[in-house]
């Protein structure tokens, strides 16, 4: 009797081990965290908010929110959202943001977002291998539209953010 309640006792300690060695596996190579830095994503992101990033097995589509290490010199990952992907061409003027010709349906943005127009000249064709970013806060994002930034390699991108984890008021889906 006693044998069997050791063997049960060490069967379910290997299970608990299994199980963490399997959840860090997963949090160090597929699942990163990332701190938000800064008011360039208002209203989706705000500065301090804490969130899972998906770090491998990860291709940019436009609408996603990323973060990337393009500009080492700021010493902090910048979080942008993709607006366009290689092979796309952007538009920026007055009357808003187009790719491939199309109003961008920003839902995500403040209302009343006025989008300032950089320092980029357009149309601007997205090269292979680079990928377009904008924050959501427009009038207060350093971003794809100036030079300082510009296109992304899709090399630096370090993944997608997928998921708000603090402040627990606004835990959630980024979208």
């Excluded at 006025?114 to 377009?132: A, E, H, N, R, S």
Aim: net charge negative.
């Amino acid at each position: 009797m006693q044998n069997q309640q050791s063997d049960e006792a060490f069967e379910w300690c290997e299970s608990i081990v299994f199980a963490l060695a399997f959840i860090i596996t997963i949090l160090v190579f597929v699942i990163g965290f990332s701190r938000i830095s800064g008011s360039s994503m208002v209203p989706t992101m705000e500065d301090g908010d804490h969130v899972l990033v998906q770090t491998i097995f990860y291709a940019p589509k436009r609408g996603d929110v990323i973060t990337t290490d393009a500009w080492i010199h700021h010493a902090k990952p910048l979080v942008k959202r993709v607006i366009a992907t290689e092979g796309d061409t952007v538009v920026i003027d007055e009357a808003g943001v187009f790719v491939n010709g199309s109003p961008l349906q920003e839902t995500y943005l403040a209302p009343k977002t006025k989008t300032m127009l950089g320092d980029i000249t357009y149309p601007l064709t997205v090269p292979k291998g680079k990928v377009f970013v904008l924050g959501d806060n427009r009038e207060n994002s350093l971003d794809g539209r100036f030079s300082s930034i510009g296109l992304i390699d899709t090399r630096d991108i370090l993944g997608k953010v997928l998921f708000r984890i603090s402040p627990i008021n606004r835990i959630g889906k980024i979208t």
